[in-house]
Structure formats: structure tokens, C-alpha cells
């Protein structure tokens, strides 16, 4: 460093320390949020924050956030953690935008997943649930769910949800029910849609019941393959003694065969087997017929060594096959199909065709054949039945999800007959039961279906896909394609605990009651009933009380399936939006995470689109699933479960919702200890800032408030910045973006604030005078920061964000919440201004790099032993800095801008061409109040030891103390 002038300190004659103005603010610097927190809930709940927040929003736009219901089934987890909390974030910034944005929770209380729960409980205790009164059943299972609503209630409070808790709505509830059962008896009416119908459908052996495409996961899974031949019967004379052969991941349906399916854009030759390895089922002189390009892959399965290609073969000529078992009770004919679902990627280039074990299978059979003919092979617990040759009473899966014996005793017949050319083992992707776990099975069940082709169910709701904004978009080319190819609506399920399908059907004709303008008596018999006894009336009432006088009891069977469980949340724009007056529908925005793309935004459109004919919302936004640090889904096995109740007795619960507002939660997002702790830190620095700036705000009033026109630049360009903040914010709330709100904020707070506009402004806020321009100037922009940013962060951090609003602004019944955001003066605006304050930061990094390393050195210890010499050869710079105190921005005790290159040897930034720095030491004596080194320390007379800024404020200190 230049220069090793010596720096007089003078003694001090007084201490000074009274006459700074020093933050002062009972705000503690630790923040103690899982002890503060609760308080917090105390008193909102005693002043009825959510009822204040109602009467504050009367007469306002409402935004209606219509909550998906999770399952009451158990304590709350991660993911329910970030729903919940991305529901209260946009909730908040709705009202702070000046909506009226009513939350109403709700629950999902029926179906599998609180029906496992108590079956589990039976199986504990030894007992058979088929041996307990249903009535009984099912009030066990709404105990269990109404014991399981209060506790997730309390949790959810305890994030600092806020919304209508003490009248949530449930599925389960009464007029919930009842209206269910209105919306189902509306596609029960002729035309509606409603028909019973005997299809494969997805079937859990462990639960005994179907499922739907949303209870259904997927899972690797390794499956027995197989190579069948079945024998050409009718045909061209080349073909006699020829096999088509078939390749199939599920033996145990070779009993449910009826056709074989074929691809017409693919090639197929007839093969001779001329060598085999030992060990391989095939013979020498065996005529197969095969994809071309599959062949090799068939023989090298076989063990087949050599073959010779007779000729190509066209599958549609032939007439027929037989059936691998023919002889032995299989002895009907297998025909062969044409079907656009067959491919080349693995097998033999044909289907084995069973139609009631597959939806393929299924269509390409009713398309030729209709409903004739297909056989019913497997029962409820995965049986074969009695009917069924050869495997009558051998099990597809055991109880508990596992193989059974149907597949080793397929082959082994397959064996017997000398139909098998080659087996193995496949790992693939399988559907299993997300709740027991369990592999499913495609099973030809009777079940009640909604068609999606009657009323245009399809196109309607293809059609308003196209009206609803989807956040992130991909969302809608998710269900767009979900809707376009899904099958008819699978309704009914064979349980015990939900909302019954409340129709009747007559013996003979097959009528449903009701379903015409005649039956509306029994139509309002049957809501009436569920609507004062809920659904159990339909179990416990007789038939004949629904149908009354005009109808015989016995003609008709009482259906007694219940509704399948996405119909029932499907229906809750039904019983909540369109039944309370402070809501509405459509309802402005569904959020759930991306699964229910095939769940609830899935059945709630078809519902609505059904009934009403369009959708219930008008926007739909989705969030990822939480995975751990290593991006790996959480489970106990891997012992890297975070729960949410931990983390809030730890750190507390803004930190969780900090955690929320700063992922890109539209992804897969991560968390663990070192995330959290990531988090904790930055709070830590948001806490300081707001601390700092509630200490500097002491006694502010508006008679110290300063004029736009009369701030210094620099107050003047951080008004710009919350101008330009103000608009980022609103549009970030708006468009869900919560990451880019709060890395927008905590980079202003953090580089903006405390590193740049804080830093400068400390000397003038602790050493100016009262009466200072400059220091009122600076407190009045403190205070408007203060007031943006507690409402910018207050959706986000709504803890303390309510602490630092009560610490400033103490009352019984005030609330940050009760606020809008702030409206922001356009005349804030000035980017001329700002373009040149970009500049002056430029150059202030480096002479900031400059003094850093002579700090590193020794060679000073605090930036205001300083007064470099800073060297601008860049004209727009060096304008930029006309009228600006350099020493003020550097924090320097002094500083000389110079014009021109400056020395060889001076610090430089290489992407700040055109400043160098010379550091130098200050010359002067240490101001005892200040501690800036000036030669003018001492002229004052009276005040030796200060500047003439510092006596001038001690005078006025000293005058205001007297009075």
C-alpha cells in the first residue's frame, strides 16, 4: 500500500457511545420458532384470523383454491407437508393481492385405504373380517377416519395452514353422501351413461376388489415367459403340420385363451427346425411360424442350432389354430385376429388372445365377436373355477401377493401335451396394488360402468382440457393423452366401506331403478334416506322402502357394490363448491402433485364434464414428489424418511416453508439435513436484515418522512428496486413461482441490502443528526422496504413475518396477514437512474476486491484506514460517478477518483475494464465517534476529537436532550 503516513488518534475527552444511534429492537436475533410459533396460533385463533380475514375481503374478486382431499389414514408426511403449505402460500398472496381467497379443507374418508387399515387390526387380532357385521365394519372405519381428521387437523394447523377448520368438509359426511349418491344416479338415468358390463379389469387378489388406474403403481417384476405352439388347422396345404407360436408373460391365461392375434405390416415366414442343442423342447422336423425378425430370437430361446426359412406366410390365411389343450376340454376353435396393437419389439410377432384377461385382448375380441364367448376362468381370491379343465382350484397369486401354482401347472400341462417350445424369465414393469403391494391380475369380472363415448364424455372433456390453464403446461398433454385413450370408467367395487351404487336392477329385463322420469319418487326416497342416515341406509333399510308401493321387491336385485373411491372425491365440486355460499364453481385452481393427473383432476373432470358439461376448475397446477438428498424416494427400509412433525420441533415451521417456497416444486424436489440446514441459514440471514431494519425504524414518524424528489440517488435507486421488485412479486405469486420470489427477495435483502445499501448507509443512520437529509432519507426508505417486504415474505414465512410486523406495530387484533401488498408509486420508477447505479456498483467491486486484500495483508484492518486512489478510464463510468461521494460508497475515510489508465500495477478486475485501484492509507486523525480518519478532525472548537459532521450532531444531540 502507498503511503505510511501515521494516523493520530487524539484522547478522548467524552464518551460518545450515548450520542449514536445504535439499531435498538426487543426483536431477538435467535428466533426460537418452535416455541414462538404456537403462540402465534394461540392468537390467531383467538382473534379468528381466518373469520377477520372473510369480513376484511367482503365484496372482493374471490379466488377459489378448492382443496383436494387427502386420505384420513394416518399422521401427515413430507409431501403432504409441501401440498398443504403450497395451498397456504397462494391462499395468502391471493388475499395480499387484493382477492377474497377462502380455503376450505377437506378429507377423503372412504374406500381401500382405511378399509386395509381396519382389516389389518382384524388380522392382527385373528379375526375374519367376512364374520363381522358390515353395519359394524363400517362405523369402525368412520371412527378410524374421523379419529385420523383430527389429527392431521392439528398438524396442518401447526404449518400455519389457515383456513376454515372448524367446518371442513369430508366425504363421508351425511349430505356429502347424499349428494354423491345424486351425482352417480344422474348417469344411472337412461342415457346417462351407466351399464353393467363383464370386462377385464385390473383385480387385487390380496384385497378381493378392482382397482382403478390411480390405485395402481408400477414396479419391476419378474414374470414366467413362455413359447406355445398351437396347431394350424385350416389353412393353405403348405401350412399342415405348421404351429403358430405365441409368447406370453402370464402362463396362468393359456387356460383363457380364444384367438390369436397377428400384425398385417409384419412379415412371417414357415421354419423347418433342422438341429437342436441338448435340452431344448423343440424337434427336429417341427414346422413353426414366426416373425421374420424374430425368429432368431425364438430359436436361440429354444435352443434350437439350425433352420431353414420354407416361405414367407400370410397369417390371414389361415383359417384356424387349436388350442394347445384341445382334447382335454379345450376343444373349440382359435381363430386368428388382425390387431394393430401387435409389434416386433419381443416375442414372435403373434398374441395370444385372452379376453378376459386383457384390455387388448378384450376389444379385439368384442370387435369380431361381441360379448359371446368370453370366459370367466379366475374368481375373486385368484382361483381357478370349478368349471375350468385341467386347473380347477390351482391359485394365480397366494393371499399374500406371492406366485401360486397356476403357472407351474400350466407349463407343466403344456409339457405333457409337447406344445411347449422354450421358457424363461422376463424382468419387466408390472402393476402392483399401491396399497398392499401386491402384483395385480387382469380378471373378467361383472362391473358397472360409465361409458366415456355416451354424451361425448370423451370429447367434452378432450375440449375443455383445452379451456384450463395447466401449471406447468406439460400437464396437459399428460391428461389430454390420459383421457384420449382410457377405457370406460371401472365405478363399482366389491368393498364394504364408501358410498354404495344406489340402483336396482330387474331380474329379468335388466332395467335400472331408477333411471327414468317414472322412478324420480325413488330417486328422492333414496337421496332422502343417505341424506339423514348416511350410506348405510342402503345396506340397512329394505328394498322395498326405495321402491315403494308400485314395484315388487322381489323382481329386482339391490346392487350392493360400492362407488369406486375417485368417483366419490370426483363429486366434491359437487358438495362443497356448489353447496356453501362463500365458495363458487368452477373453482379458480386444483393443486395436487403430478399422480393426479390419473386420480382426482382425472375423475373430477370426467364427473363434472358428465353431469354438467364442463370442467370444475379453471386451472390445475401440479407438484413433484419429495425424494431425499440423494435424489432416491424415501422409505423406512432406507431409513431416509424426513418427517415434517420432526423438523418443525427442531428448526420450526417456517423453516419448512421457506424449504417449499424455494424449490422448483414443479419437479421431483430433494430434502435432508443438509437441505434443511441450507435453509436454516438463509433465514438466519433474512432474520438479521429484518432485525436490522426494525432497530433502525425506531421513533420513525411521518414527520421525518422525506420527498422523493428531495432523497439522495442512492435512497432514490433502492426505490427503484422495490418498484421493480413490486412487479416481479405479483406476476411470481400469480404465476405460482414461488423459487423466483424468494430468490428474488433474499437477493435483494442479502447482496442489495446488507451488502451494498445497509453497508453504506450505517455510518449515516448511527453518526448523522436527527434533523439529517440524508439519515431521514434513508429511515424513510427503510421503512417502505419495511413495509413491502413483511408483506412480500409474509405468505411465505407467515411466523415471523407476523413477528416482525407485532414488534414494530404491537395490537391486540392487528395482523401482517390482514394486510394487501403495498401499492408501489409509479414515480419510484427511474431506470436511467438505475442503468447508472449499475455502473457505480462496478466500480465499487473494485475497489472493494482492492481493500480486501490489503485486509488479508495487515495492512489495514477495517475498510476506513483507507483512501484509495481509484483510476476511471471508462467515460461512462466516470460520468456515472459525477456528484457521488466515492469514500461514502466505498466506506472509505477517503478517496480520490481519478481519470486515466492509473499504474501497471494496480488492481484490476478483467470484467471491469477501464478502473484500477491504488490503495493508500488515510491521512488525519480517528474521528472518537465516527472512527473515519480526516485531517479535519479537530476543527471544531469544543470537539477535538471529532469531525465537524459528528460535533454538529452531538450539538443537536445535546440541544434535543436538554428539550
Known amino acids: 500500500m502507498a503511503s505510511d503516513s501515521k494516523t493520530d488518534t487524539p484522547a478522548q475527552s467524552r464518551d460518545y457511545r450515548e450520542t449514536i444511534f445504535l439499531p435498538e429492537t426487543p426483536f431477538p436475533m435467535k428466533a426460537g420458532l418452535p416455541q414462538r410459533e404456537p403462540e402465534w396460533l394461540a392468537r390467531w385463533e383467538k382473534m379468528d384470523l381466518y373469520r377477520r380475514l372473510r369480513l376484511e375481503a367482503k ?78 365394519f363400517r362405523r369402525e372405519c368412520r371412527d378410524f377416519a374421523a379419529h385420523w381428521i383430527e389429527v392431521q387437523k392439528a398438524e396442518f394447523k401447526r404449518l400455519g395452514i389457515v383456513g376454515d377448520w372448524d367446518n371442513p368438509y369430508t366425504t363421508m359426511s351425511f349430505d356429502a353422501e347424499a349428494t354423491i349418491v345424486e351425482e352417480f344416479l344422474k348417469f344411472a338415468r337412461e342415457g346417462g351413461g351407466l351399464y353393467r358390463g363383464s370386462k377385464p379389469v385390473m383385480w387385487s387378489v390380496v384385497e378381493k376388489t378392482a382397482l382403478a388406474e390411480a390405485e395402481v403403481e408400477y414396479h419391476d417384476h419378474v414374470s414366467r415367459t413362455i413359447w406355445v405352439k398351437f396347431p394350424v388347422l385350416g389353412g393353405p396345404a403348405e401350412l399342415s403340420g405348421a404351429s403358430v407360436v405365441i409368447w406370453t408373460t402370464t402362463p396362468w391365461t393359456i387356460p383363457g385363451n380364444r384367438a390369436i392375434a397377428y400384425s398385417k405390416s409384419i412379415e412371417y415366414g414357415l421354419y423347418r427346425i433342422e438341429e437342436t442343442a441338448e435340452g431344448s423342447a423343440a424337434g427336429v422336423g417341427e414346422l413353426l411360424i414366426l416373425a421374420d425378425n424374430l425368429a432368431g430370437e425364438v430359436f436361440k430361446a429354444a435352443k434350437v442350432t439350425a433352420w431353414e426359412r420354407k416361405e414367407a406366410v400370410d397369417p390371414s390365411r389361415i383359417a384356424k389354430c387349436a388350442h394347445p389343450f384341445a382334447g382335454q376340454g379345450y376343444d373349440f376353435d382359435v381363430p386368428l385376429l388382425a390387431g394393430d396393437f401387435v409389434t416386433e419389439e419381443t416375442g414372435t410377432g403373434f398374441v395370444h388372445i385372452a379376453p378376459g384377461h386383457g384390455q387388448d385382448d378384450y376389444e379385439l375380441w368384442m370387435a369380431n365377436f361381441g360379448q359371446k364367448g368370453i370366459p370367466e376362468t379366475v374368481d375373486a381370491e385368484g382361483v381357478y373355477f370349478e368349471h375350468v379343465p385341467l386347473f380347477a382350484g390351482k391359485f394365480v397369486l397366494t393371499r399374500q401377493g406371492k406366485e401360486g401354482t397356476a403357472n407351474a401347472a400350466v407349463i407343466e400341462e403344456l409339457q405333457k401335451a409337447g406344445r411347449l417350445v422354450a421358457q424363461g424369465k422376463l424382468t419387466h414393469s408390472y402393476p402392483h396394488s399401491w396399497r398392499s403391494k401386491a402384483p395385480l391380475i387382469f380378471r373378467n369380472t361383472p362391473q358397472w360402468f360409465i361409458s366415456m363415448e355416451v354424451n361425448d364424455l370423451r370429447k367434452v372433456a378432450l375440449t375443455e382440457i383445452e379451456k384450463t390453464r395447466f401449471v406447468p403446461p406439460a400437464g396437459r398433454n399428460r391428461i389430454h393423452s390420459m383421457i384420449e385413450s382410457r377405457p370406460d370408467w371401472v365405478v363399482s367395487r366389491q368393498r364394504a366401506w364408501g358410498v354404495p351404487l344406489t340402483i336396482f336392477v330387474h331380474k329379468k329385463t335388466g332395467e335400472i331403478v331408477p333411471s327414468k322420469p317414472a322412478h324420480d319418487a325413488i330417486r328422492a326416497r333414496i337421496v332422502e334416506a343417505v341424506k339423514e342416515g348416511g350410506a348405510d341406509a342402503w345396506f340397512d333399510k329394505p328394498a322395498s322402502f326405495f321402491l315403494g308401493d ?110 417449499v417456497a424455494s424449490t422448483d416444486y414443479w419437479e421431483d424436489q430433494r430434502i435432508g439435513p443438509e437441505i434443511i440446514k441450507s435453509t436454516v441459514e438463509a433465514y438466519r440471514k433474512l432474520r438479521n436484515s429484518f432485525r436490522y431494519m426494525l432497530g433502525s425504524l425506531t421513533g420513525f414518524g411521518e414527520d421525518e418522512r422525506v420527498a422523493l424528489a428531495d432523497m439522495p440517488e442512492l435512497e432514490r435507486v433502492i426505490l427503484h428496486r422495490l418498484a421493480e421488485l413490486d412487479e416481479l412479486v405479483r406476476k411470481a405469486y400469480c404465476d405460482y413461482d414461488f423459487k423466483r420470489v424468494f430468490h428474488a427477495l433474499t437477493n435483494f435483502m442479502n447482496i442489495d441490502l446488507s451488502a451494498f445499501y445497509f453497508d453504506i448507509r450505517k455510518d449515516a443512520l448511527y453518526c448523522d443528526a436527527p434533523s439529517s437529509l440524508r439519515r431521514r432519507a434513508c429511515r424513510t426508505v427503510l421503512h417502505e422496504l419495511f413495509m413491502c417486504l413483511t408483506a412480500w415474505f409474509a405468505p411465505v414465512l407467515c411466523f415471523t413475518t407476523e413477528e416482525v410486523w407485532q414488534t414494530r406495530f404491537p395490537s391486540e387484533d392487528g395482523s401482517v396477514h390482514l394486510r394487501l401488498f403495498p401499492d408501489v408509486p409509479a414515480e419510484w420508477r427511474n431506470e436511467a437512474l438505475a442503468e447508472k447505479w449499475r455502473k457505480v456498483r462496478e466500480l465499487r467491486r473494485v475497489v472493494t476486491g482492492a ?13 476506513l484506514e483507507a483512501a484509495p486512489d481509484v483510476y476511471v478510464a471508462d467515460a461512462e463510468l466516470m460520468a456515472a460517478m459525477a456528484g457521488l461521494d466515492l469514500a461514502e460508497i466505498a466506506i472509505t475515510s477517503q478517496a480520490s477518483l481519478i481519470e486515466g489508465e492509473g499504474p501497471a500495477d494496480a488492481f484490476r478486475l478483467d470484467d471491469v475494464p477501464g478502473v484500477a485501484v491504488v490503495p493508500k492509507l488515510a491521512q488525519g486523525r480517528k474521528c472518537a465517534r465516527s472512527w473515519k480518519i480526516l485531517p479535519e478532525v479537530g476543527s471544531v472548537p469544543g470537539f477535538p476529537d471529532l469531525t465537524p459532521r459528528d460535533a454538529a450532531a452531538v450539538m443537536e444531540f445535546d440541544a434535543l436532550r436538554k428539550g
Request: glycine share 10%; proline share 4%; aromatic share 8%.
Open 59 to 136: 365484496g372482493r374478486e374471490p379466488f377459489i383454491l378448492h382443496d383436494g382431499p387427502p386420505y384420513a389414514n394416518g399422521n401427515i408426511h413430507i409431501g403432504h407437508a409441501l401440498n398443504k403449505t403450497l395451498k397456504d402460500i397462494i391462499v395468502r398472496s391471493q388475499q395480499m393481492l387484493g382477492h377474497d381467497a377462502n380455503y376450505v379443507p377437506g378429507w377423503d374418508c372412504h374406500g381401500l385405504p382405511i378399509e386395509w387399515q381396519i382389516e389389518e387390526k382384524y388380522r392382527a387380532k385373528g379375526k375374519n373380517k367376512d364374520e363381522v357385521p358390515a353395519s359394524e
Open 550 to 659: 308400485g314395484l315388487d321387491a322381489d323382481d329386482f336385485e339391490k346392487v350392493t357394490d360400492i362407488l369406486d373411491v375417485w368417483f366419490d372425491s370426483g363429486c366434491t365440486h359437487a358438495f362443497v363448491l356448489e353447496q356453501r355460499a362463500d365458495l363458487r364453481s368452477p373453482a379458480d385452481l386444483y393443486l395436487e402433485g403430478s399422480d393426479q393427473h390419473r386420480g382426482w383432476f382425472h375423475s373430477s373432470l370426467l364427473e363434472s364434464c358428465g353431469t354438467r358439461g364442463r370442467a370444475p376448475y379453471r386451472q390445475v397446477l401440479t407438484h413433484g414428489f419429495t425424494l431425499d438428498e440423494q435424489g432416491r424416494k424415501m422409505s423406512k427400509s432406507l431409513g431416509n424418511t424426513v418427517v415434517p412433525q420432526k423438523i418443525m420441533e427442531q428448526n420450526g415451521a417456517d423453516i419448512l416453508r421457506l424449504w
Open 851 to 863: 481493500l480486501e486484500i490489503e485486509r488479508r495483508e495487515k495492512r489495514i484492518g477495517a475498510s
